[in-house]
T-cell receptor
Framework: EAEVAQSPRYKITEKSQAVAFWCDPISGHATLYWYRQILGQGPELLVQFQDESVVDDSQLPKDRFSAERLKGVDSTLKIQPAELGDSAMYLC????????????FGPGTRLTVT | GQQVMQIPQYQHVQEGEDFTTYCNSSTTLSNIQWYKQRPGGHPVFLIQLVKSGEVKKQKRLTFQFGEAKKNSSLHITATQTTDVGTYFCAGRPTYSSASKIIFGSGTRLSIRP
């Protein structure tokens, strides 16, 4: 069964450092999502891609976060500089086409900023 | 802004008891999806509802979409220990131009064996 891949699974970094997360969606899925999930809360959408284009990044802190999906396949989310409040689970998900299709989530990257 | 709220936040039940979580949106939704997240895991898709008043069943789970398409519920009959986890609803606001899905805050279900 096809799965969404994410790496690394865990990341510990010091504040003010740069950190990057990678996601490889299910083959053929046009839509890719990056979420941030704080313990005890629901996933919060950071950025949504349709193929290689950003269709929603309204909740992305653009002064420090960036995301790209250059070839419309895998994607990278970067934080620079990391802050203590960025500690969270970063989830990647993909779907066939937008919000009317089920999302398949990857295992996530647990980020701890010290 | 657009919000999707879930109640209760936590529910602790005896195994065999029923469980219900409610999802309420501040705006009309085009569709509602339900996900389950086991402790330490990632959200897994359960079901999608699209039509006003729609009811769907999956074994002991019953999902309902309200007539006004602003609320939804998930009911589990005779809970089992395998039902432990957090249940999230996620809806796409009707006027969302980017097919953005908004997740609710979730209901965490724990079960006494």
């Amino acid at each position: 069964e096809a799965e969404v891949a994410q790496s690394p699974r865990y990341k510990i970094t010091e504040k003010s450092q740069a950190v990057a997360f990678w996601c490889d969606p299910i083959s053929g899925h046009a839509t890719l999502y990056w979420y941030r999930q704080i313990l005890g809360q629901g996933p919060e959408l950071l950025v949504q891609f349709q193929d290689e284009s950003v269709v929603d990044d309204s909740q992305l802190p653009k002064d420090r976060f960036s995301a790209e999906r250059l070839k419309g396949v895998d994607s990278t989310l970067k934080i620079q500089p990391a802050e203590l409040g960025d500690s969270a689970m970063y989830l990647c998900a993909s779907s066939r086409q937008g919000g009317f299709y089920e999302q398949y989530f990857g295992p996530g990257t647990r980020l701890t900023v010290t | 802004g657009q919000q999707v709220m879930q109640i209760p936040q936590y529910q602790h039940v005896q195994e065999g008891e029923d469980f219900t979580t409610y999802c309420n949106s501040s705006t009309t939704l085009s569709n509602i999806q339900w996900y389950k997240q086991r402790p330490g895991g990632h959200p897994v898709f359960l079901i999608q509802l699209v039509k006003s008043g729609e009811v769907k069943k999956q074994k002991r789970l019953t999902f309902q979409f309200g007539e006004a398409k602003k609320n939804s519920s998930l009911h589990i009959t005779a809970t089992q220990t395998t039902d432990v986890g957090t249940y999230f609803c996620a809806g796409r606001p009707t006027y969302s131009s980017a097919s953005k899905i908004i997740f609710g805050s979730g209901t965490r279900l724990s079960i006494r064996p």
